[in-house]
Structures are given as structure tokens and as C-alpha cells.
């Protein structure tokens, strides 16, 4: 019984998080994006296959996720925390697949084996990766460079301790002297200004 009280509990946080967000509050916007990484890591690491594992990682997936949901927060239809999953699980799983396209030309499994989690069928040798196909995943990788070149330092910082090491946001708390909540608003801003950069570039 208190188990389904605690989980009630933690679904309505989320639904007037999600309300708040959609209401324009950044910091809200902030803890449903922090909160929704560990939800998602799972889903992409299901949904890479053992033969792209050196060329694809779970957080790199999930922080692309992250960034187009920031972007796209505003085209956001749904009020439950429930809606709000579904929708950046069909954000991870498109950029997911469109990886597998350029990395093999093609997905043989549906979208909806994907989201089974049914490993994607490992494809023909005929389908390795392409002049072309690499210069477009390098493209992709200088533009975020670049884009993160341009952060101030404690932006860099924030985003290389959140994504590249993968600390919590506690653990990152006490590294850097901060609050854990200071630090979700860091994070976000970085989030933020790192979601500008990589649009301004990729339109250039």
C-alpha cells in the first residue's frame, strides 16, 4: 500500500513538473530532463546491438535525445509524465535508428521491435559503412565540438561531468561546492546554450 502511495506520489511530482514546464518555468523544464536520463540510458543501451557498440554509445544517444527534446519542448502536446516518456522515447528511437541507417544503410527490424527491446538484426556485410556515411557522422561530431568549444568554462565542465562521466547531479553537487539544485540550473543553462550552438552550425 505505501508502495503505491510513494509511486502516486512521484507520479503527481512529475505531472505538476511537466505542468510547469509547459507553463515556461526553465527549472522545471530542467528536473523533468535530469529526471528522464536515467529513464532513458536503459532504453538506449537495449537498443544498441553488440556490432555498433564502438561506434555508438548509450550517452551519446541519450544526450542527443535530450538536446531535440529541449529544442522541440514547445511542440509538446501531452499532460502526464506518462505522455511525456512516450514522446522522448520516440525522439531516442528515431535518432537511434537514423544512426543505424547511416552506420549500415538500412534497418531491417521495425520500430516497434526496437522499442521491445529485440536487438536490431545484425545486417549484411554488403551494408558497411560508406565514404559518405562517415563523413556525416564526423560532420555531426565537429559540429558539437565546436558548438561545445564555444561554452564558457563551467558550462563545458557541467556538460562533460553530466555526459561524458556520468556523475549525478549530487556527485557533481559535492565536486564542484554546490547544490544539487544550483547545479540541475547549471546544467540546464549549459544544456540550453549548447542547443543554440549546435542549431546555429548545423544550418550553416
Known amino acids: 500500500m505505501s508502495q503505491h502511495l510513494t509511486g502516486s506520489s512521484a507520479c503527481n511530482d512529475s505531472d505538476r513538473q511537466l505542468a510547469s514546464a509547459k507553463a515556461g518555468s526553465d527549472e522545471a523544464l530542467a528536473r523533468l530532463l535530469a529526471d528522464a536520463r536515467d529513464f532513458l540510458m536503459p532504453v538506449a543501451a537495449r537498443g544498441i546491438d553488440s556490432d555498433v557498440r564502438g561506434q555508438l554509445s548509450a550517452s551519446d544517444i541519450v544526450q542527443e535525445t535530450l538536446l531535440e527534446a529541449h529544442r522541440k519542448f514547445g511542440e509538446f502536446r501531452g499532460d502526464a509524465t506518462a505522455q511525456f516518456r512516450a514522446w522522448l522515447r520516440r525522439i531516442l528511437i ?7 541507417r547511416r552506420l549500415r544503410g538500412t534497418v531491417k527490424r521495425s520500430v516497434d521491435h526496437v522499442t521491445n527491446n529485440v536487438d536490431i538484426e545484425t545486417l549484411s556485410a554488403r551494408n558497411v559503412e560508406t565514404p559518405s556515411h562517415v563523413a556525416m557522422r ?48 547549471l546544467w540546464y543553462r549549459a544544456l540550453s546554450d549548447l542547443s543554440r550552438e549546435v542549431q546555429l552550425r548545423s544550418r550553416e
Do not use: P
Open 94 to 100: 528515431t535518432r537511434l535508428i537514423n544512426h543505424y
Open 138 to 185: 564526423n560532420e555531426e561530431s565537429l559540429i558539437l565540438d565546436e558548438a561545445i568549444a564555444t561554452l564558457t568554462a563551467a558550462h563545458r565542465e557541467i556538460i562533460f561531468l553530466r555526459h561524458r562521466d556520468q556523475l549525478s547531479f549530487n556527485d557533481i553537487a559535492t565536486k564542484l561546492g554546490k547544490s544539487a539544485d544550483a547545479v540541475r540550473m
